[in-house]
């Protein structure tokens, strides 16, 4: 390696590491710090690093990993499960947001191509910055941080059509429809080769490599599977992000899914960092500074455009005006994918150079202004937030959780209830919870849990949360009584639902068995269980040995039928 390079990538380093520590102290986004680091580094900076070149060529694999990433988390049952916000909600929302701007800046003189593509871009949000407020703020699993990680998705698949219209729109002389026609063949064309190939020999490829326990080995086989996805798209005329794409979807359907997703990590954010270090020492400031009263006017037509659009359409589709007004401030900014987006219209030369500087500080701004307008929101809008009453009647309860499918119905929200939707929180996994204390209801949303007030006995009550919809029920009421009366009604009414209770002792399991639970842990004997496995692994014991005396005593207390392993 020459010397010259190295002291460049050192620069590189040193930058990044210092400037996004300061951004991080300041709870900002990491975007937003490497992006200040390339400009304070660049030609139009301090001119430390004055040819962009060296490092563009790299950083562009950063764009292949991030897409890799986006298919590993978009598995099918999630997509299924979320398919009605998914597809309907998201694809109105970018479709009407990228029409209404794109049209906007059709009429301020730029032209078609560019247009769409500028539209395309600001339609999409922050999916970094949106999921980071969203988990800051415990507010993951409310209805509004539901449909906006539901509309993110339907995004996050936006992408990727509009990554291929770039190179097209640079190559075709034909019309705007003429492209995308030829975009949706040449793509369909490719991901089906690719499905077909990844689909034979994808899963028999990583079992051989897993039993050779190298995980170098591995690393190397993921890497290829990437970097030849990305290689058979662009081959084919396509862009390298489509084919890591489908290479994530491809392998977010095997079990070596987490395995694939932590090795690749560390890939894609150093090299996505790279990329947006060179987005920044490509920004020519001093222009910017002329230009700053448009930039700040930009910033907030793009922030209170989304904000309006998705807005109205929570409203159409039924969702609560401060549901709604929240999910459009959440989704009110641009995408770290528009710089992705826009550099890659620059190189193609689809898209001016100044037109995407002065672009891309607009997307910069509105998305270091989330964290202040989601603050804003719960100070100046705090009625309106408190519009919604713990205690609903059965209809509005049913427009509280129209958005869910495939959830988790939680009944009874004490300390048992309370573990097991933090637990399902930390998994992403979408729920619901009844209880009848108001203590228990006001304590579970002051920290953002959707947990309403409830008797989880009641049939209209079941069927407005949803219970029908749901991929099983816990029933982690306290009162004996009420316990199994629940289960009763819901092995009833619901019987393809699973059913897991929680009971006082034996006896009350085999109560609860009795009336319909599928799989029921007793309070006394499985604390005593953990005690003795604690115990056991103070003495030294050795792994093995407990995990089969634990199994052993468990077999011995619970019948056959019900599965251990799956609860253990």
Not at 199 to 213: C, E, G, N, T, Y
Not at 233 to 243: E, I, P
Not at 289 to 307: E, M
Not at 425 to 448: E, L, P
């Amino acid at each position: 390696m020459h010397a010259g390079n190295l002291q460049e990538i050192l620069i590189l380093l040193c930058a990044a590491i210092l400037i996004v520590v300061v951004f991080k102290r300041l709870h900002l986004s990491p975007v937003l710090g490497y992006l200040v680091a390339g400009g304070a580094i660049g030609p139009h900076g301090l001119a430390i690093i004055e040819n962009v070149e060296n490092t563009k060529h790299i950083a562009e694999l950063g764009i292949v990993f991030l897409l890799f990433s986006i298919g590993l988390e978009l598995t099918f049952d999630r997509l299924k499960a979320m398919r009605r916000h998914v597809f309907g909600f998201g694809t109105l929302q970018v479709l009407i947001t990228g029409g209404l701007i794109g049209l906007i800046a059709y009429m301020l003189g730029v032209d078609a191509e560019a247009s769409v593509i500028i539209g395309g871009g600001f339609a999409l949000s922050s999916t970094a910055i949106v999921l980071q407020v969203l988990a800051e703020r415990g507010e993951m699993s409310t209805q509004s941080g539901r449909l906006s990680v539901a509309t993110l998705i339907l995004q996050d698949l936006a992408v990727v059509p509009l990554l291929i219209l770039v190179p097209l729109f640079a190559q075709e002389s034909g019309s705007i429809a003429q492209v995308i026609i030829d975009a949706l063949w040449k793509a369909t064309i490719a991901m089906v080769i690719i499905f077909i190939i990844g689909k034979q020999f994808l899963r028999p490829v990583f079992h051989i490599i897993a039993s050779m326990k190298s995980q170098e080995l591995f690393i190397a086989t993921t890497l290829m599977i990437v970097l030849g996805a990305a290689y058979a798209t662009s081959y084919a005329g396509l862009s390298l992000a489509l084919g890591a794409f489908i290479a994530g979807l491809l392998v977010a359907e095997t079990e070596f899914r987490p395995q694939a997703e932590a090795d690749i990590e560390p890939f894609k954010g150093l090299l996505m960092g790279l990329f947006f270090m060179t987005v920044g020492m490509e920004v020519d400031y001093h222009f910017l500074l002329k230009q700053l009263h448009i930039i700040f006017f930009l910033t907030l037509l793009l922030i209170l455009i989304k904000t309006a659009i998705v807005y109205g359409l929570a409203r159409a589709f039924g969702f609560r005006r401060s549901c709604s007004f929240e999910a459009g401030v959440f989704l009110s900014q641009g995408s770290e994918f528009t710089f992705v987006l826009f550099g890659l219209a620059v190189v193609q030369g689809v898209l001016p150079k100044e037109v995407s500087q002065m672009l891309l500080v607009v997307v910069s701004i509105s998305m270091a202004l989330t964290p202040l307008l989601t603050d804003l929101r719960n100070t100046l809008f705090m009625k309106l937030n408190k519009e919604i009453p713990v205690n609903l009647d059965t209809l509005n309860l049913e427009k509280e959780t129209a958005d869910l499918e495939g959830h988790i119905v939680i009944l009874g929200f004490g300390r048992v209830g309370t573990t097991t939707a933090k637990l399902l929180q930390s998994r992403g996994i979408n729920f619901i919870a009844i209880d009848d204390n108001t203590r228990n209801v006001h304590r579970g949303r002051k920290h953002g849990f959707p947990v309403y007030y409830g008797n989880a006995a009641r049939l209209d009550i079941l069927k407005a949360i949803g219970v029908d919809r749901s991929r099983l029920v816990a029933i982690t009421v306290d009162n004996k009584l009420a316990a199994r009366k629940t289960a009763d009604i819901i092995h009833t009414e619901f019987p393809k639902i699973p059913i897991i209770a929680r009971a006082k002792d034996r006896m009350h399991a085999e109560e609860m068995r009795d009336a319909g639970a599928g799989v029921v842990l007793a309070e006394l004997f499985e604390s005593s269980l953990l005690l003795g496995d604690a115990i056991l692994r103070g003495i030294g014991t050795p792994e093995h040995e407990i995990d089969l005396a634990i199994n052993i005593f468990r077999a011995a207390e619970y019948p056959p039928s019900q599965n251990y392993k799956t609860i253990s």
